[in-house]
């Protein structure tokens, strides 16, 4: 049967096939669809508006509907509140609600819409939220990449340059067959041979982000990234004396954006190979990146010694 609107509602904490599929049943079944999401308490590992924006990104022909803790009743509020939100909340009626839950044929009701139950036994997908939450990283294979890139760990190298960074990414990223993100900054400089107006260093924080993101939808686990803003940062003072808003914004992220930060040691001979300033900087850039980080509150683990040493150092911080 056709429907000329629809209503699909629920956390999506997190968005998996389960819920993919009772949102493309109803895509298929209406002109219009209309996803509803909200949760009280929020959820600190994937708030509202991360779970909303998954929707939007797989579904962006549907009108998703997005509600602050603040303005919800809370989760465990009896079934009636909860339809009485529901109501409250739609901007126009609905035809039918599609669910995989109980509480769908009262909600229908409550709404004068039919309820269309779709795999309510959980024969078509076998899977939960509940039981992806209880072991995450043993379903990221049954999650969407759009959504299984929220949840992949973002290991960063730090350090001075020529101490190391890019070989040690590189290398575990393909001792454990995962992506690898370049220093989009060293690329730049050496095209521009080294004369880089301040400008550049908002591009380089806006292609390097992109790349990584595009990155982790791409990861089984972890994505490997060669530096972050916060280097960039600081090569804006040391060269300019400043840095742009927009840079400093990005190095305010790094905090919360990364899993795991590693140090590289300058315990390696210098390798002048046209690029690099002086061993001087090195050194001057080595404490500066240390000190940003410990000012910011960001943990780091600094690694040293032999590439294999390095390698097998990372690999036992992050249990891989």
Same mark, same amino acid.
């Given at each position: 049967m056709r429907y000329a609107s629809g209503l699909v509602v629920g956390s999506f904490a997190p968005l998996h096939p389960g819920h993919q599929l009772v949102i493309e049943? !109803? %895509?298929?079944?209406?002109?219009?669809?209309?996803?509803m999401t909200w949760a009280n308490p929020d959820i600190a590992t994937m708030p509202t508006s991360v779970r909303a924006g998954w929707v939007r990104r797989l579904y962006p022909d549907v009108e998703v509907l997005a509600f602050e803790a603040a303005e919800c009743p809370p989760d465990d509020a009896p079934d009636a509140v909860q339809r009485a939100f529901t109501a409250s909340r739609l901007p126009h009626p609905v035809d039918a609600v599609f669910t995989s839950e109980a509480y769908g044929e009262a909600l229908a009701a409550h709404l004068g819409a039919v309820h269309v139950s779709v795999d309510p036994a959980r024969e078509r997908v076998p899977l939960s939220g509940t039981q992806i939450r209880a072991d995450l990283p043993g379903h990221m294979e049954h999650l969407d990449p759009v959504? %299984?890139?929220?949840?992949?760990? %973002?290991?960063?190298?730090? @350090?001075?340059?020529?101490?190391?960074?890019?070989?040690?990414?590189?290398?575990?990223?393909?001792?454990?067959?995962?992506?690898y993100v370049e220093e989009v900054g060293r690329t730049l400089w050496v095209a521009a041979d080294g004369d880089l107006p301040l400008a550049d260093y908002v591009t380089i924080c806006r292609e390097h982000v992109a790349l990584e993101d595009a990155a982790a939808e791409r990861a089984r686990r972890f994505v490997f990234v060669d530096t972050n803003a916060i280097t960039t940062q600081q090569y804006a003072f040391f060269f300019f004396g400043t840095c742009p808003p927009e840079v400093q914004a990005y190095a305010d992220r790094c905090r919360e954006r990364y899993t795991h930060v590693f140090v590289?040691?300058?315990d390696i001979p210098f390798d002048q190979d046209g690029t690099r300033v002086h061993p001087q900087v090195q050194q001057y850039m080595? @404490? !500066?990146? %240390?000190n940003d980080l410990t000012i910011r509150g960001?943990?780091?683990?600094?690694?040293?010694?032999?590439?294999a040493e390095r390698v097998a150092a990372v690999r036992a911080a992050l249990g891989a």
């Open positions: 049943t !109803a %895509r298929a079944a209406c002109d219009r669809v209309t996803v959504v %299984r890139a929220h949840f992949v760990e %973002r290991v960063v190298f730090l @350090g001075a340059e020529s101490t190391g960074k890019s070989t040690l990414a590189q290398a575990v990223a393909e001792a454990l067959d995962e992506p590289c040691a300058a080595d @404490g !500066a990146i %240390r960001i943990p780091y683990t600094v690694v040293g010694g032999t590439l």
